[in-house]
């Protein structure tokens, strides 16, 4: 049974950081890629990371670049993604993802496994 369940995210204001977390279970073996994807209201979804599990290489949003890192702890099965320097645009439903094989960032949201998402709201 493959699940992902997200946690970590909340109010914050501009400027302000969050760290969202994702435990996995039941894929950490046969999963190459795993992300992040993000959707606010009246939008579409956005990929925001990727990290491909064989070479530990991730690639981001140009909107999220330089602000957002997305990490793996293998020994925990757990995804991260530490977001600094938040914005009000930041603010959406952030979700986990997690695929069989290597996709790239905009394949994020179509990706096999997903959680059941973490609000994240950012006040200017």
């Known amino acids: 049974q493959v699940q992902l369940v997200e946690s970590g995210g909340g109010s914050v204001q501009a400027g302000g950081s969050l760290r969202l977390s994702c435990a996995a279970s039941?894929?950490?073996?046969?999963?190459?890629?795993m992300g992040w994807f993000r959707q606010a209201p009246g939008k579409d979804r956005e990929g925001v990371a990727v990290?491909?599990?064989?070479?530990?290489?991730?690639s981001y949003a140009d909107s999220v670049k330089g602000r957002f890192t997305i990490s793996l702890d293998n020994a925990k099965n757990t995804l991260y993604l530490q977001m600094n320097s938040l914005k009000p645009e930041d603010s959406a439903m952030y979700y986990c993802?997690?695929?069989?094989?290597?996709?790239?960032?905009?394949?994020?949201?179509?990706?096999?496994?997903r959680g059941q998402g973490t609000q994240v709201t950012v006040s200017s």
């Open positions: 039941g894929i950490t073996a046969i999963t190459d890629s």
């Open positions: 993802a997690a695929d069989r094989v290597y996709w790239p960032l905009l394949r994020v949201p179509g990706f096999t496994y």
């Open positions: 990290l491909w599990r064989g070479s530990g290489a991730t």
